[in-house]
């Protein structure tokens, strides 16, 4: 079983900085896949940024590249979203989630655990 717990959400000026932390327990951390997903009201979760255990193959949704830089330590068990130029569009609900094979997917069913989420608000 593993537990996933997000910190760094707040509210932000459009072009601000924020920085998301996903803390994680257990022993499978550091051999599963790790993402950040965000849901805006009305609308459906979608995947934002990806990071496989070795991180290598780093993928991002187009409208973030740029912007998002995702990170892990995994001897600390923890994930990263640094979230900079943040536009009001970026607001949302973001989730780190976690899968046990080693393969990127977009689509949130292929995820095994969720976190509870962190509010990111961005007012222009």
């Known amino acids: 079983q593993v537990q996933l717990v997000e910190s760094g959400g707040g509210l932000v000026q459009a072009g601000g900085s924020l920085r998301l932390s996903c803390t994680a327990s257990g022993r499978t951390f550091s051999r599963s896949y790790m993402a950040w997903f965000r849901q805006a009201p009305g609308k459906e979760r979608e995947f934002v940024a990806g990071i496989p255990r070795s991180g290598g193959s780093i993928s991002y949704v187009d409208s973030v590249k740029g912007r998002f830089t995702i990170s892990r330590e995994n001897a600390k068990n923890t994930g990263n979203l640094q979230m900079s130029k943040l536009k009001p569009e970026d607001t949302g609900v973001y989730y780190c989630?976690?899968?046990?094979?080693?393969?990127?997917?977009?689509?949130?069913?292929?995820?095994?655990?969720w976190g509870q989420g962190t509010q990111v608000t961005v007012s222009s």
């Open positions: 989630a976690t899968k046990g094979d080693p393969l990127g997917a977009f689509p949130p069913r292929e995820y095994d655990y």
